[in-house]
């Protein structure tokens, strides 16, 4: 049997409720989606739910994780196929984001918005909001790194606000080209910093 005539993957019940709950955490917000509806939408009882997911929160963590790395992966995926260039990857970073503001399916950062919803510092959701955070922080400034920028924090901090600015703005204003207008500063900042 060739690799052509395989039978698709049946997602399992576990994928099915991680997929499931992806979506809607991500759509509607966590406080909003009840473990019913996951079940409910994900085809599988709810004993089979908390078999792999013993507390909501395990759920939002194990989402958030998910989240986390496509998220990273998307992003880096999409500068290398939109810029060659060290200095045009920065930049690129920009034009990624509007690819995903001009998407059917953004509804702004599943990480602030989820730290938007957990109002205590101390909760897990704030920590791996935090890891995802760092990660970008961390990607973003190799890029800095290879674009022989002089001061690699400082610029690194600065793209990394512009980037969070607007996701922000694209979510509560409706504005599907505020990565542009934030690619035009990341530019003359760019300029300045070369």
Known sequence: MSQ????????????????TASTLFYEEGIHATGIDRIVKESRVAKMSLYKYFPSKDHLVLTYLRQRDMRWRAWL????NRLAATPPARILA???????WFHSSDFHGCG???AAAEYNGEEHAVHAIVNEH??????????????????EVERFTTQICLLMDGAIVTALTQKDVDAASAARQIAGMLLMQAR
């Open 76 to 79: 880096e995926e999409a500068v």
């Open 4 to 19: 052509q005539d395989a039978v698709p993957h049946e997602p399992t019940p576990y994928e099915r409720i991680l997929e």
């Open 93 to 99: 970073l920009f034009g990624a984001l509007d690819e």
């Open 111 to 113: 990480f602030i918005n």
């Open 133 to 150: 955070k760092r990660l970008v922080h961390d990607y973003v400034k190799r890029l800095v790194q290879a674009a022989d920028i002089i």
